[in-house]
C-alpha cells in the first residue's frame, strides 16, 4: 500500500504560480506512473499531467505550456509546478500512483486527499 500527501495548494490571483507536492510514503523510483488529476464543481476529475518512472510526461491540452510536472525520486516526492493561472484551473487536485510490475502488470491504484486550489480573477 503506498500513502500519498499533498500539499502547496491554496488561493491566488490569476496569472500567479503555485507549486504542488505529493509525497509518497515508498520509494517511487521503479514501476510506476504518477499523475495529477483535478476535479472542479460539477465536474468529473481529469488528467492534469503525468510521469512515468522513466521521465515520460504528458500534459491535459488545457495546462501545456503553463503547466510542469516532475519527480525527485530520492525524496519519493512528485511536483506540479503551475504557472500563468487561470480561473479555470480552480480545483481540487488530486495525487494519484500506479503501481505496474516489470511485465506491465497494474497492481495498485492510490489517491491523496486533495489539495484546493483556487484561482481569483
Known amino acids: 500500500q503506498v500513502q500519498l500527501v499533498e500539499s502547496g495548494g491554496g488561493l491566488v490571483q490569476a496569472g500567479g504560480s503555485l507549486r504542488l507536492s505529493c509525497a509518497a510514503s515508498?520509494?517511487?523510483?521503479?514501476?510506476?506512473?504518477m499523475g495529477w488529476y483535478r476535479q472542479a464543481p460539477g465536474n468529473e476529475r481529469e488528467l492534469v499531467a503525468g510521469?512515468?518512472?522513466?521521465?515520460?510526461?504528458n500534459y491535459a491540452d488545457s495546462v501545456k505550456g503553463r503547466f510542469t510536472i516532475s519527480r525527485d525520486n530520492a525524496k519519493n516526492t512528485v511536483y506540479l509546478q503551475m504557472n500563468s493561472l487561470k480561473s479555470e484551473d480552480t480545483g481540487i487536485y488530486y495525487c494519484?500512483?500506479?503501481?505496474?510490475?516489470?511485465?506491465?502488470?497494474?497492481?495498485?491504484?492510490?489517491w491523496g486527499q486533495g489539495t484546493q486550489v483556487t484561482v481569483s480573477s
Open positions: 515508498r520509494s517511487i523510483e521503479r514501476g510506476n506512473t
Open positions: 510521469i512515468t518512472s522513466g521521465g515520460s510526461t
Open positions: 494519484n500512483i500506479v503501481l505496474r510490475s516489470a511485465s506491465g502488470y497494474r497492481y495498485g491504484d492510490y
